[in-house]
């Protein structure tokens, strides 16, 4: 096994634990914010916290209380429902309606609504430098969802969160959108409804995107449901994609297509259902030729089109059945008589799946190595 296969595996295998099997230190102090507390805004407590601090915010709606976060080792969590950030104009820095720079922080709880900025790249967050963690959160009507910087040293990681209706006047809104930086892991989270722009786009030196929905759904115009277009690493394994009748480009996943920036750049496209409600035949995967390791292995296609062949690298069993063999009822998974049950091909411990999406924004535990083609075990 290569050494970066021992990398791989210790990242996948670390989304198999639970959020609360992982360990948070003690906070230095508590700060509580809320109508009836000291604190009343997200603004005032960015201003007093320090490193190390856990922000404790009362559920509600603060309605433009935006903010920039600059603390290490900071943690903000919504306490007793969601808390409901409605930008209605108002933006940190001219970004966003959070700005954050800092390592170690992580954000849970939160709903941001409606950020737009002067540039027309407002962000429910802007994550400029650092490490951050984005739990359980959502971000609704941004100009773009979530947006990063070119770090190349930053971290994003993004679990149980929802992207959705992206809005930008008369051009491209990305519900994710993430710079040159040096990984982003993304898993259990539902993407649907952009508008013009792609559900996930991504520059980092290495993705992993795990057992997720990126579903553009009815009324969505979105273009690519996945796009990497500098290439890098990418890891794309247990993903329900689902693009409709409507979309502007038949292309579902894109690869390479802006050039090559990172020394290693390499595809797995691994045990993945791609819903194409589109009736033409015609390619869902485009990567850009290059010196490029592509692996496309035990990836279900329902509908028409297809993801390539052999000349795109390892390209082994990814078979493709008509639409009303694979209902949205059943959450795409493959029907009980079907011949294709028990047929996927047996992978080494670091490619395969060890979780499987569950609507909407979770992921449950698989109990065996996966046995069917496409990201749906069971039932």
Known sequence: MKPDHHIRR???????????????????????????????????????????????????????????????????????????????????????????????????????????????????????????????????????????????????????CEFSYGHRDNTFSHLLYVGRIARLTVSACYFHHAERGHLLKSRAAQNLILYNRLSDEAGGTASYELEFPNGGQATVMGNVLDQNAQTDNPLMISYGVEGYVWPRNELDLIHNTLVNLRPHNSPLLRVSKADVRVRIINNLIAGAGSLGDDALGEWRHNPRLNLDQLGAASGYALPTLSPLRNSAVSLAAELRPTRQYQHPRASSPLIRPPLHPGAIQYP
């Open 10 to 160: 210790g990242l996948l295998a670390a989304f198999a634990l639970s959020p609360l099997q992982r360990a948070w230190p003690a906070p230095a102090r508590v700060l509580r914010v809320g109508p009836n507390e000291s604190i009343h805004s997200l603004a005032e407590a960015s201003r007093l916290a320090r490193d190390g601090d856990l922000v404790e915010v009362q559920a509600g709606d603060y309605v433009g209380d935006v903010a920039n976060w600059t603390q290490n080792h900071l943690r903000l969590v919504a306490v007793g429902g969601r808390v409901r950030l409605l930008a209605q104009g108002a933006h940190a820095r001219g970004k966003g309606i959070f700005v954050v720079n800092g390592r170690g922080v992580e954000i849970s709880g939160f709903d941001f609504i409606d950020a737009k900025v002067p540039d027309g790249i407002g962000a429910g967050i802007r994550f400029e430098t650092g490490s951050l963690l984005v739990r359980d959160c959502s971000f609704t009507r941004c100009e773009m969802g979530l947006l990063t910087n070119n770090d190349e040293q930053a971290r994003l990681e993004l679990e149980g």
